[in-house]
């Protein structure tokens, strides 16, 4: 399964990130071309986010469509189905414009324990 070894890696890149400190959510955003069911990436998550530092930690993912541009009449179109080809003209000479997308986006981290005061000697 492709989005268990996703999940381990934005693990490992997570963890390196949040210095020890605990993590609260994850922001992804995934492009419909990578062909990852965000329904099963949150799973794998769950599975994934263990340990003192992601144990609890919410993954969030904004999917982008895929678009593409036609190099023939400039139409800029939505892919529904996975056919490259503009939906202006029909013609097959298109650029992706959006899609390929995959970046963890933000991290947040639960907020640091306050220090304790130190009582009055
Ligand atoms: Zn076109």
Known sequence: MH???????IARAV???AGGRRVS???LRIGALRQVVPDTLVYCWSITSRGPVLDGSV????YVPAAVECRDCG??????RFTLSCS????TAVTV???EEMLIVSIDV????????????
């Open 3 to 9: 989005e268990l070894s996703l999940c381990e890696s």
């Open 15 to 17: 963890t390196r990130e």
């Open 25 to 27: 959510s994850v922001r």
């Open 59 to 62: 993954l969030e993912i904004d």
């Open 75 to 80: 139409t800029l179109s939505e892919l529904s």
């Open 88 to 91: 202006g003209c029909g013609g």
């Open 97 to 99: 414009v959006s899609g």
């Open 110 to 121: 639960a907020e640091a324990p306050e220090a304790s005061a130190i009582p009055p000697a």
